[in-house]
């Protein structure tokens, strides 16, 4: 099974953490809500871009790899899970829980 281990979780809110600090130096202010859904919906964009790349659809002018997007991505979620005061861990369970009943897949 597929799980977010409690290690993962605690290293990337330890990377958003100093990331925040940096806001804090360079800007006076942390960003909100509403600039990290931005940052993720400009990550997925560069994995689109990654992903039509690697079907031979587009040119990828990004110094980024797929595997790289999709694991910041990920990221992201985590992050904002986090700032939105949902438990990933348990949220993710009980989705892949509703879907494997609705669609019959036996444990």
Known sequence: MISI???TIDRCLAIRKAYRELELKHHDKEWSI???LLALTNDIGNMNRLIMTKQGRYYDETPYTLE????ENIWWLIELADRLDI?????METFL???EELLGIKK
């Not at 790289?68 to 694991?71: P, T, V």
């Not at 438990?87 to 949220?91: L, N, S």
């Open 97 to 99: 829980t509703q879907k």
């Open 5 to 7: 281990s409690q290690e």
């Open 87 to 91: 438990d990933i861990q348990k949220e």
């Open 68 to 71: 790289h997007k999709i694991a």
């Open 34 to 36: 509403d600039e990290d």
